[in-house]
């Protein structure tokens, strides 16, 4: 298959030079053709290192979870989040180069989430990526969170070739994305005010499933009737979204069942709240591919992972499962269409937070 933009310096940056040095991927003694890159994640919650190829080949992927940690709280504590990747970030790195059978006199690039996410969090990934960058005279590839979910379509067995249109649907944000080129995306529609796994985590908070939700809720609705309860979609013009009232109209069906009708419909609560979810992405993923013509349409982001959404989009193409909430193997390849930044530049760029 094509591989547009794939390799070093078609996208107008300068390509990387690789090292000479033996072909892991292989396993054999031949000179490695391509550069390797060391991504960095440290958003939320996941503490994760990847190793990939330009080619787009996942050498490794590591990912430390915490979200155990923070289930008691019902969501991230920020604070407890920066200090969990403190303690996990040098071992996963570590863990990612031994897993790719690798080490960083390898490494032709370092690459890493700058935002947006938790500013706290975004720092330890940050520091630690300039100091292995600065330490081994790597350049340094910071990365949007956001097309980093995007590019974990451009990895290997089978990338997903622009143009297209996304569905960026995570904890944080729901997008409809024009994806022209590997480089290059226009913004469509957002959501207004919760974002989809959001509206996941909040339903599920609500049924007593714990944090994150969005796993757990599509479970309890395998065996529910989705027509049970009707929860409205919001209707908005243009190609935004919005779920904020869906989980006030979950709030108020729980409250006016009771306790005991409550814990007897679970189910059907769950399946129809999810079905509300799912409808809204679908008739807006599909409204925007007419609105613009791009009739291919892929869905990124941690509810890409949910099998009704996959099962009432058929068309479409999703990032693969392993792929779809964070991981350092999407910063990776999207550093691959992201300008390099040489030292001693880049030891003062900052995280940011929030999308500008
Ligand atoms: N099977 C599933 N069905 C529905 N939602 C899911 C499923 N699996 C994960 N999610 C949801 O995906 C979200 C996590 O995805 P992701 O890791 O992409 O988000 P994030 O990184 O926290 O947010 P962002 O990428 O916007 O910064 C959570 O809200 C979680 O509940
Ligand atoms: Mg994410």
Not at 70 to 96: D, F, W
Not at 220 to 234: K, Q, S, T, W
Request: net charge negative.
């Amino acid at each position: 298959m094509a591989k547009e933009g794939a390799r070093g310096g078609t996208m107008g940056f300068p390509a990387l030079e690789p090292r000479g040095r033996r072909d892991h991927v292989a396993g054999g003694n031949a000179v490695r053709e391509s550069v390797v890159i060391l991504g960095i994640e440290t958003s939320c919650d996941e503490t994760a290192a990847a190793i990939v190829s330009n080619e787009g080949t996942v050498l490794s992927s590591v990912i430390s979870s915490q979200a155990s940690l923070h289930a008691k709280y019902g969501g991230v504590v920020p604070e407890v989040a920066s200090r969990h990747h403190l303690e996990l970030v040098v071992p996963v790195v570590r863990e990612s180069l031994s897993e790719a059978e690798t080490s960083l006199d390898d490494i032709d690039a370092v690459a890493v989430t700058q935002g947006p996410g938790l500013v706290g969090a975004l720092l330890v990934g940050l520091s630690v990526a300039k100091a292995i960058a600065w330490s081994r005279g790597l350049p340094l590839v910071p990365v949007d969170h956001l097309q980093g979910h995007v590019a974990s379509l451009y990895l290997e067995p089978d990338p997903v070739e622009p143009p297209f249109l996304c569905l960026l649907a995570s904890g944080g944000h729901t997008l409809l994305l024009a994806v022209r080129a590997r480089s290059r995306s226009e913004r469509l529609g957002t959501t207004l005010d919760d974002a989809a796994g959001e509206a996941f985590d909040k339903g599920a908070r609500l049924l007593g499933l714990g944090y994150p939700g969005g796993a757990a809720l599509e479970r309890l609705a395998r065996g529910g009737d989705p027509d049970a309860f009707r929860f409205p979609v919001a209707r908005l013009s243009g190609l935004d979204f919005s779920f904020s009232g869906l989980k006030t109209a979950l709030l108020y069906t729980l409250r006016d069942l009771g306790e005991e009708e409550v814990g007897r419909r679970k189910a059907d609560l769950a399946a129809s709240y999810q079905t509300a979810i799912v409808s809204a992405l679908v008739g807006r993923a599909r409204a925007a591919s007419k609105q613009t013509g791009l009739e291919k349409i892929a869905v990124v982001g941690g509810v890409a992972a949910n099998a009704t959404l996959r099962a009432e989009l058929p068309e479409a193409r999703f990032a693969p499962l392993e792929l779809c909430t964070d991981n350092a193997a999407m910063i990776a390849s999207a550093a691959r269409y992201v300008e390099r930044l040489p030292a001693p530049g880049y030891l003062g760029i900052d995280a940011y937070a929030s999308v500008t």
